[in-house]
């Protein structure tokens, strides 16, 4: 079962637009046939469609990091965000946090080829924060060099001298007592607790528990290695435990890891996969075989359905190189990066809202000169003054809006930047880290047959949605065993 949120916005604004009760019920009745169990919903009413304030949208991003639920069901794509930019840097955050997102009613503004863009244009996301950081990771490697601290709390066993980590005589021997004890196998529990039991230990009140525990047994810094985000740095501080018995450590917390954790599953095929007997959707589902190993499939949710169970590997494994094959091959690229430009320039929602807004601020500006104009001619009260203040914030707030807006229309690829983005696709293609990210950029459906995979790409010609029945037609005239998208490839 996916633990799933719901968002849903709405914008009084509109006419025609969803409520936000029809559109809980749509995704409500979406979860039940998906295997999906609704924790939360997340609701945005917003009161004007003026500026944007989305104070549960951010809430929900922010939550996407506690590992409480696996996936997010909206009603339609544009409820997620309001630009593909946004939605692009947003859908990065929460891929990081292994969070996939759902739509009870799928529709896609411009064709699946919307998505592909829409993936290059995350990849360049990712890219310029990257490069963003590269500046500040200089400075922090320079600081790393100099054996300097960050602030923040120094590890026990050390103290920060003219801001240089310095061995704590007293502190030291416990270090490598704990280190000791660890590799020769004694309970962390046992660790802990006694490290409870001396004074000054942890120091400022807090008690040693088992995660504390477990950072000080993984700080390469007791080995001299000074390490922030990926800068790393050997001999940057004096070390307290020799490199053998760190490695001993290392070991058994891995073994012990494995032994008691188990890993979240990501099933990369969930939300695309159908099953093509029962037109049921597939989902993620874990077995112990007799000799009590793990296995992980993919089985129809419908329960009285005759389909087999695929094994989740091996079908991904399969789905990638026909996608390799099939669409994410060198020979394509020119014709992807073309139908992606075709979309952006066709994509005038920006300039809209551009034109919208600067109505807007131009109407506001023109309410603040008539109520200065009517101060000055002494008409003053106190709701006057509020009136004021209600319409200056509210032009400061288009003109934030509005540069944000101007900020992101700049934000177009170009054909070279498509064609580099789809490059570094094609050279992780066998990186298996990477196959959700080819999954997500290029497959829009599959269905599964008893003798046969179809797999649609999202490479179409029509905006129309492609349909069980769509495939079942083009299986009673042809024969074949993977069936691209309608268009000349
Ligand atoms: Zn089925």
Not at 53 to 79: C, E, H
Not at 264 to 277: A, D, Q, R
Not at 399 to 404: A, D, G, P
Not at 457 to 480: F, P, Q, R, W
């Amino acid at each position: 079962m996916l633990k799933t949120i719901i968002y849903a916005r709405y914008s009084s604004d509109k006419q025609n637009e969803q409520s936000i009760e029809g559109q809980i019920h749509e995704c409500e009745q979406f979860a039940k046939t998906h295997d999906m169990v609704i924790i939360k919903h997340y609701i945005d009413r917003a009161l004007s469609g003026k500026t944007d304030d989305r104070p549960s949208f951010l809430q929900m991003i922010k939550d996407s990091s506690s590992g409480l639920f696996d996936a997010i069901l909206v009603y339609k794509t544009d409820r997620f965000a309001r630009n593909r930019y946004d939605s692009a840097v947003y859908k990065a955050k929460l891929k990081k946090n292994g969070i996939k997102i759902f739509y009870a009613k799928e529709n896609i503004p411009d064709g699946p080829e919307g998505i592909i863009l829409e993936s290059m244009l995350e990849g360049f996301a990712e890219y310029y924060s990257a490069e963003l950081s590269q500046k500040v990771k200089r400075g922090i490697k320079e600081n790393i060099r100099k054996g300097l601290s960050f602030g923040g709390a120094c590890p026990f066993g050390y103290k920060i001298v003219n801001k240089k980590y310095v061995i704590d005589d007293e502190q030291a021997p416990y270090v490598k007592k704990i280190f000791e004890d660890y590799a020769k196998g004694r309970r962390a529990i046992d660790i802990f607790n006694e490290l409870n039991t001396l004074p000054n230990y942890a120091g400022k009140g807090r008690k040693w528990n088992r995660s504390s525990l477990n950072r000080m047994l993984t700080n390469k810094k007791y080995i001299g290695i000074y390490e922030l985000e990926d800068v790393c740095v050997k001999d940057a501080i004096p070390s307290i435990i020799d490199e053998a018995l760190f490695n001993k450590v290392q070991s058994r917390i891995l073994f012990n890891r494995r032994h008691t954790t188990r890993a979240k599953v990501n099933y990369l095929l969930s939300g695309k996969l159908f099953c093509g007997l029962c037109e049921h959707s597939m989902t993620g589902k874990t077995g112990t075989s007799k000799t009590k190993v793990k296995y992980h499939y993919y089985v129809c949710s419908n329960r009285h359905c005759k389909q087999k169970k695929y094994r989740k590997e091996l079908l991904e494994d399969i789905i990638i190189q026909y996608t390799v094959k099939d669409i994410l091959n060198p020979k394509h690229f020119k014709m992807i990066a073309k139908k992606c430009l075709e979309i952006q320039q066709a994509d005038n929602k920006i300039n809209d809202i551009l034109l919208m807004l600067k109505k807007q601020l131009t109407a506001t500006k023109t309410k603040i000169n008539n109520l200065m104009n009517a101060i000055e001619a002494g008409i003053i009260t106190t709701s006057t003054k509020d009136r004021l203040e209600q319409l200056e914030q509210e032009k400061y707030k288009l003109e934030l809006e509005i540069s944000t807006q101007q900020l992101n229309s700049n934000r177009l690829l170009s054909e070279k930047q498509i064609i580099y983005m789809l490059n570094v696709f094609y050279n992780k293609r066998v990186d298996v880290s990477f196959y959700n990210q080819i999954i997500d950029c290029f497959i829009y459906k599959i269905y599964i047959y008893s003798d046969k995979i179809c797999i649609v790409y999202n490479l179409n010609n029509s905006d129309k949605d492609v349909t069980y029945s769509d495939i079942n037609e083009l299986y009673k005239s042809s024969h074949l065993n993977s069936c691209g998208s309608p268009y000349d490839l």
